[in-house]
């Protein structure tokens, strides 16, 4: 299952920084993930400050 980024975000970017297949992009109001491109990596959970991504 691909990951989401809850509402906790504050789109300082971190997480796409690390996602291995860039399939993080940032949205209108926050980042996003493309659950087509997703792997279930983790990458994004490692350096997020406010842990804005989670399993969907």
């Known amino acids: ?3 989401v980024i809850s ?6 970017g971190a997480c796409a920084a690390d996602c291995p297949v ?3 992009s940032e ?3 926050q980042y996003v993930i493309d659950a087509g491109q997703c ?3 983790g990458s994004c ?3 997020c400050p406010v842990d ?3 399993a969907g």
């Open 7 to 12: 509402d906790a975000c504050i789109s300082c």
């Open 1 to 3: 299952m691909a990951y």
């Open 22 to 24: 860039g399939c993080i």
């Open 27 to 29: 949205g209108d109001t």
């Open 52 to 54: 804005a991504p989670h």
């Open 39 to 41: 792997i279930d990596c």
């Open 45 to 47: 959970l490692e350096n």
